[in-house]
C-alpha cells in the first residue's frame, strides 16, 4: 500500500487515519443528523460535501441517504457507490490534494471537533443474530458448565453455531445500561426467586453489518458475502450469567441477554480492514462444501477490554484478537442464508465472544475469573468477580501493519444500578 | 352484549361479522396500500372513508396513518383512538345507521368485494419473539426427546419460556415456502450431511402484535399488558426438525426455523376478542409475584390445521383451542419486559405450538404422528409423516358464542420443493 498522508493533523495512534474513513451519524448543535466520517480528532460532515459537489458519485440520489439518522439507506447504495465515496474521501483529505485544503470556507463548514458534535446510533438494526464462533471461548464454557474432556459440542466444528438476539435493545457507546432484574434459581434450591442480576458481565465481540440482503428462498454464498458485508464494528453484547443459567435450556438465551447490546459508533469498512486479512486457523474435520472458503478471511484486530471502576481507577482486563475467530464472516453468512432465510441492510451479526487461548486473552468475566474463582484484583484495592454497579466497560480495537493503523474508537458503558 | 345487526350481507359462518371489525392493508387496481377492515365477503377501505370524514377521531392525524403499506402507524396511534375507529366502524355499518348506508357513491367506491383485493402483509415486523407456552406440546417435545417422567424442564412452571426468532422470513398467508436445506445428523453417523430437510412440520400458533412500546430499562407489567397488545393473528411457525435436531444446542433453534413463519392477514382486536375470555389453566407451582394476574386472561379461539395434497385432497388433522395456552399473553409480555428489555410498535410474539390434551389437538406433525410412528392417512390413500412438498396447510381459527361469532380468516401456505 502507498503511504499516504493528510493534510489534516492526525494524532500518532489515532484509530481514524486517512486509510480508514469509517463512517457514522453525527448531530450537532443547528446541524440535523447526517452521514459523517472521522479523521483524526474531527469529524467530516459528507451530507455538506455532497452538497458542495465534492462527490460526483453521488449525484443523481436522493439528498436524504446522507442527511438521516441512520446510515441504512448510505448503505443500501452499494458497494461500486459507498466504496467511491471512501476512495473520493480519502483523495480530498491527501496532502497532495488541494480541493477541500485549499477552500477555508467549506473546511470551516465541514469539520467539527469530535467535543462538538454528537455521535448517534449509526445504524437502524433490522435484525440481530448473534454467532458462537471463538474455539477458544466454546471450549472454556463447555469446560465450566459440562465436560471437560467433551467441552465443544458434537455441532461446533461443522456449523457456524448461531441464534437470533434482540434487535430492539441494541445502544450506543456512552449509553448507561441499568442491572437487569430477573428470575433465577440459587444453588441448591428448587423454587427460583426473583431480583437484580448477580453475576452481570459483558462479552468482546466485534459485529458485521450488511448492506445487500437477499430475497426469501435464495442464498448468499461465501464467494459472495464480502460484497454483502459493508463494515465492522466494536460490540459488547452483555450478559446476565445467572438469568442465563435458568432459562436457557432447552430454546436458548432470551431474557439474559436482550435487555442491552452496546456498539461503536463508527463503522469501519471491510475495504480498510482488507490489508489487514490473515490466514484463519485450519479447520478441521473438514467443512461442508457450503462452508468452504479461500484465501485469508480472518482479520489481524487486536482488541482490549478495560474495566473503570466509580472510583475512577482503571485496568486492562484482556488483551485479544478477532484473528482467533475459528469460524469467518463469510462463512457465517452463507451458513446463516443457506436455508434460504433473508438478511436485510442493516443486519447486524455479533462474532460471539473472542477469546484467546491464555487466560489474559479470554472475552468475558466468566472466562478471566473463571466462574468467579479467580477474582480479578482492581488498583483501587476492590476486587472483581463479575461486573458492579458504577463499573464502566470499555472496549477498543485496532489493526496495524508498520505505520497503517485502522482502527474502531471504543465503545464504553457505564452499569447503573437495577432500578 | 347486545345483538348487532347490520346492512352488509353477512354469510352464515363468516369469521367477518359486524364483532369482529380487524384491520388489514389491501392493494387493488388503481389503489395504493391502505387500511381495511373486513365485513362479511368484502373488504371496507377505511382510509377512504377517513377522506369523507367518516371518522372524525382521526381529523388531525397525518393522512399517511392510513395510506401506509402497513398498519404500525395506524397501531401507534395508540387504543384511544383505535378502538374508536373500530367502534365508528361497528356503528356505521349497523343497521339502524343510514350515514354510510344511505350514501350510495360512497359506498360504491369505499366497499370491495375480497376478489377484487390484494391482501398484504398486515405488520412490519420490528422484533419477532416466539413463545413455548403451551404445557401440552411441551410435555409431548419432552416425552419425545428427553424422558416421559421428567418431560417438564425444571424452569417450565416458573417462566414463559421464549427465544428470539427472525422478524425478516414473517410471511404473508399464500406465498408459498420452498422447502430448507440445511446441516443434519444422519442417525448413527457422526457426521453431518447437507440437503433437503426431510421433516418439515408447521406449528399451530397464534401471535399477538404490539401497539405501543416501552423504553429500554422500564418494564411492562401483567396489568398493563392489554394496553400494549394491539390484537392476534393466525400463525404457522415452520420448522425443519432434522436441522432444528442438530443445531439447537446449546443456543435454541436458528436455520431450523427462520426460512419462513406465515401470518394471517387481518389483525383481530383485542377487543373484539373480548367475550370470548375465559380462565387459564391453574398454575401450580404459585407463579413469582411478576407474573400474578387477576381475571380471565385465556381466550376460548377454536383453531383447526388442514392439510390439502398436490392431487387437492384435503383433511383436518388437528383441532385445537387457545384456551389450551398454560402462559397468557399478559404474562409473556411482562416476562418479556421485566428485565428492561424494550418492546416495539409492530413486535410479534408467537405463542407457541398450541396443543390440547388428545391426540386430535395436537398442533405439530412432529405430535400427530409421534415422530413419525404413527403416519396419517390421507384421503388420496398416501400417507403423511411430515409435510410433503405438493401439500398446503391451512389454520383457521374463530371464537363464538351464541350467534357472535369472531374470526380469523386463515393463514395457508404450499410448500415447494427446495430450490
Redesign the interface.
Known amino acids: 500500500m502507498n503511504v499516504l498522508k493528510s493534510w489534516v493533523n492526525i494524532p500518532v495512534d489515532s484509530d481514524f487515519t486517512i486509510y480508514n474513513i469509517p463512517f457514522g451519524i453525527f448531530t450537532a448543535e443547528g446541524i440535523t443528523p447526517r452521514v459523517c466520517t472521522a479523521i483524526g480528532d474531527s469529524v467530516l460532515d459528507i451530507a455538506y460535501l455532497a452538497d458542495k459537489g465534492y462527490l460526483p458519485m453521488l449525484e443523481g440520489e436522493p439528498k436524504n441517504v446522507l442527511k438521516s439518522s441512520y446510515l441504512n439507506d448510505f448503505m443500501a447504495l452499494g458497494k461500486s457507490i459507498t466504496k467511491a465515496v471512501r476512495l473520493r474521501l480519502m483523495e480530498l483529505l491527501s496532502d497532495d490534494n488541494n480541493e477541500l485544503k485549499g477552500h477555508i470556507q467549506d473546511r470551516e463548514n465541514a469539520f467539527f471537533l469530535k467535543e462538538e458534535v454528537t455521535m448517534l446510533l449509526p445504524i437502524e438494526v433490522?435484525?440481530y443474530t448473534d454467532f458462537?464462533s471463538s474455539k477458544e471461548h466454546a471450549t472454556n464454557v463447555g469446560t465450566m458448565f459440562r465436560d471437560p474432556d467433551n467441552a465443544l459440542?458434537?455441532?461446533w466444528k461443522?456449523?457456524p453455531?448461531?441464534?437470533?438476539?434482540?434487535?430492539?435493545?441494541i445502544?450506543l457507546s456512552g449509553t448507561p445500561?441499568?442491572r437487569?432484574?430477573?428470575?433465577t434459581?440459587p444453588n441448591g434450591e428448587?423454587?427460583?426467586?426473583?431480583g437484580p442480576?448477580k453475576l452481570l458481565d459483558f462479552e468482546l465481540e466485534m459485529a458485521f453489518v450488511t448492506c445487500k440482503g437477499n430475497t426469501?428462498?435464495?442464498s448468499i454464498s461465501v464467494e459472495e458475502a464480502e460484497d454483502h458485508i459493508f463494515g465492522m464494528l466494536l460490540f459488547n453484547d452483555w450478559s446476565?450469567r445467572d438469568?442465563q443459567k435458568?432459562?436457557?435450556?432447552?430454546?436458548?438465551?432470551?431474557?439474559a441477554k436482550?435487555?442491552?447490546s452496546s456498539i461503536s459508533p463508527w463503522v469501519v469498512t471491510l475495504e480498510a480492514l482488507e490489508p489487514f486479512k490473515i490466514a484463519g486457523p485450519k479447520q478441521d474435520?473438514k467443512v461442508?462444501?457450503?462452508l468452504e472458503y479461500l484465501g485469508n478471511k480472518n482479520y489481524d484486530i487486536q482488541l482490549t477490554v478495560c474495566l473503570q471502576t466509580a472510583t475512577g481507577t482503571e485496568k486492562q482486563i484482556c488483551k485479544s484478537n478477532f484473528k482467533y475467530m475459528y469460524w469467518n464472516m463469510c462463512q457465517q453468512l452463507a451458513?446463516?442464508t443457506?436455508?434460504?432465510?433473508?438478511?436485510?441492510v442493516g443486519?447486524i451479526y455479533g462474532s460471539g465472544t473472542i477469546s484467546g487461548p491464555t487466560p489474559d486473552s479470554y472475552g468475558s468475566m466468566l472466562e478471566i475469573t473463571w466462574k468467579g474463582t479467580k477474582p480479578i484484583n482492581m488498583p483501587d484495592g476492590s476486587t472483581r468477580k463479575f461486573i458492579n454497579d458504577g463499573d464502566t466497560v470499555i472496549m477498543k480495537g485496532h489493526a496495524k501493519i508498520n505505520d497503517i493503523r485502522v482502527g474502531f474508537g471504543e465503545v464504553s458503558t457505564e452499569v447503573f444500578p437495577s432500578?
Not at 161 to 169: D, L, Q
Not at 190 to 194: A, H, I, L, S
Not at 338 to 344: E, I, K, T, W
Open positions: 433490522k435484525n458462537y459440542l458434537p455441532n461443522h456449523i453455531v448461531g441464534y437470533h438476539g434482540r434487535a430492539s435493545s445502544i445500561i441499568h437487569p432484574k430477573g428470575q434459581l428448587t423454587q427460583p426467586v426473583f442480576c426469501l428462498g435464495t446476565a438469568i435458568w432459562e436457557y435450556v432447552p430454546l436458548g438465551p432470551f431474557l436482550n435487555f442491552a474435520p461442508l462444501p457450503y451458513h446463516h443457506v436455508n434460504g432465510c433473508n438478511v436485510m443486519d432500578v
